[in-house]
Nanobody, 124 residues
Framework: QVQLVESGGGLVQAGGSLRLSCANS????????LGWFRQTPGKEREFAAA????????NYADSVKGRFTISRDNAKNSVYLQMNNLKPDDTAVYYC?????????????????WGQGTQVTVSS
């Protein structure tokens, strides 16, 4: 069973950093490809980053490339999103997601399991 729980959101000034964490309270992440998405009110949920279970290869949206880093710790059944040089446009609710079939997919409809989200607010 997969039950995703995000943490680490908060309020930060522009140029600052945050690290989001996502754990599977239902058990292991073994075999799951993991992604981070984000959503602001009135907008579609958008892809931020993903990491493949089999290869560990990552994928990033152009808007976060070079600033965000996705990583996973299989021993801790956790995935992380390190966010550096944050901008006000990064303000959103960030969601962790998991799936087994589509590698480091950028498409939200290919993810089967979702966390409840954690708010990130970047002030200018």
């Amino acid at each position: 069973q997969v039950q995703l729980v995000e943490s680490g959101g908060g309020l930060v000034q522009a140029g600052g950093s945050l690290r989001l964490s996502c754990a599977n309270s239902g058990g292991t992440f073994s075999g799951y490809n993991l992604g981070w998405f984000r959503q602001t009110p009135g907008k579609e949920r958008e892809f931020a980053a993903a990491i493949s279970w089999s290869s560990g290869i990552t994928n990033y949206a152009d808007s976060v490339k070079g600033r965000f880093t996705i990583s996973r710790d299989n021993a801790k059944n956790s995935v992380y999103l390190q966010m550096n040089n944050l901008k006000p446009d990064d303000t959103a609710v960030y969601y962790c997601a998991a799936q087994t079939r589509w590698g480091r997919s950028i498409w939200q409809y290919e993810y089967d399991f979702w966390g409840q989200g954690t708010q990130v607010t970047v002030s200018s």
